[in-house]
């Protein structure tokens, strides 16, 4: 009686269990994630260790050896670099009469065409390089390689006519591998687990336990530990244990980064499972199909990258509708808000013309005040954004104010020195005076500086944002010390809607052929031409 009570409590914890467990696996394969770039370079360092040693191997055995180790590190990595490999071990192996390793490479290649989906290809090179009298290890290559290929072209099939005929022979070949294979590793164990999938019902205890058996014998990094947690992950999904499936499919996505594997699947089912099941966020879905189709690019499989587009659609298409239901949800937020206040305000003078109803009104003034206590919130950050665009505009008024204020003062000054020139008969010089460009150079430099600062104040994202509209030659950017150069000026007053060529030089003191020339330049560099300064007004429509 206690035992069964035990079992009882078990089987009611679990999924509780199982699902914080998950949780803890999202973060970690978020971390793992974070830091894709760091096992990517431990993976080329290991590559580049491997060819370093290139350089003191001397014999041809030796070489081939190399060149199979390098294919097979490659081999879930980078799809060409494996292949370039295989052919130069294919090369030597002809080259050198070495029969065992030719039909070795031939193998591999075989492999690696099966990744990009020429079923047809492998399969006439596999029926070329039956085995005769070859090694034991050479012969459980051969039917684990036929095992692969019928089942990757049945999965291809998806149960049409031909599925059955390919399900039978993969269950053929998988059976010939297993008794080839060396017994009680790892890799044997996980083929046993697949023989029962495949041969039994998927929830079969004896699958289950041989796949938990070659888990627990591989490090978390390696691909075969990926390989079975994902074949863990569908025996739960045929089961419909969803938490345990995604347990599975999160194990093996770990793995898969950890072990620089690009050729994968579990990440792109996460993904799809989130979209699915709503378990996380279809933003994070989206992050995780993304990245799954940089890594089938990377690998450069064709098929990969054509079975992800089609998942990242219904998860985009799904991410959009969020985004749009949730801009519905708040523009009705935002509705209520404004209706809420003219509510406030209507009850706040039927109170004070009504005080004998005070009583009756005041539990539906306390509902109404919960809920403006929540809009509230949302509304602090409007208020915030509302207040740094304030400052900023306060700080354009002074700085008006302070050219104004100069402008009035120099004029000022010039009045005062012009009258007392001209009343001490000093007309010649007070001409002199007047006709001296350096003053006005000056006073032109000073106003430009405050023009470029206040502008750039006011529109930090002008320079990014016009770069968008020119083609990548044409970029311009701003000077070491933060000023504008002149064909920027010209764009900035061109925002602030000065379009005639006259205004703008008399503002920037340029000549109207320069002025000309500039706009010029910016059209005839903008890509598109016909809308350039259109489109420049539009620049900025926010302020950040």
Known sequence: MRHLIIIIITLMIQPIYVKGDNNQLYKQLDAALAQRAHYVELKEKNLNEIKQGAKYVTSNEDKLKLYEQLANEYKAYEYDSAMTYVNKGLILAQKSNNILFNKRFQLSQTRLLITRGFYAEAKEILQKIEPQEDSHDYQFLYYYTLYGLYNNWATFCENNEFSKNYNQQKVKYLKKAIELSPKKDAFYYYLMGELYYFSNHPNNNKTIQYYKKALS??????????????????????????????????????????????????????????????????????????LSLEDAYTYNNRLRRIEISSKLQLITNAYTDDIKTTNRLLNIALLVIILLLLGVGISSLFIRKKNRLLKQKKDEISATSAKMEILNGQLHLINDELKDTNQKRERLVKVYIDLCYKNIERNSKLRTLAVRKIKANQSKELLSLLSSSTSTEKENKEFL???????????????????????????????????????????????????????????????PQTVYNYRSILKNNAIDKEHFEENVLKLCMIIA
Request: hydrophobic content about 40%; overall charge neutral.
């Open 217 to 290: 014998m591989e490090k978390a990094n390696s691909r075969l530990h990926a390989m079975t947690a994902f074949a863990l992950s569908e025996v739960y999904q045929k089961a419909n244990n969803l938490e345990l499936m995604e347990h599975y499919l999160l194990v093996a996505a770990i793995s898969d980064v950890t072990s620089a594997t690009k050729e994968n699947v579990a990440l792109q089912d996460i993904a799809l499972f989130i979209y699915k099941h709503k378990t996380r966020s279809l933003k994070k879905a989206q992050e995780y199909i993304n």
């Open 449 to 511: 500086t405050e023009f470029d600062k206040a502008f750039l104040s006011l529109y930090p994202t002008f320079v990014s944002e016009l770069n968008q509209q020119l083609t990548e030659s044409a970029h311009i950017q701003l000077k070491e010390n933060g000023e504008m150069p002149p064909i920027l000026r010209v764009c900035a007053l061109l925002r602030l809607g000065i379009t005639e060529s006259s205004k703008i030089a008399g503002i920037l003191s340029y000549s």
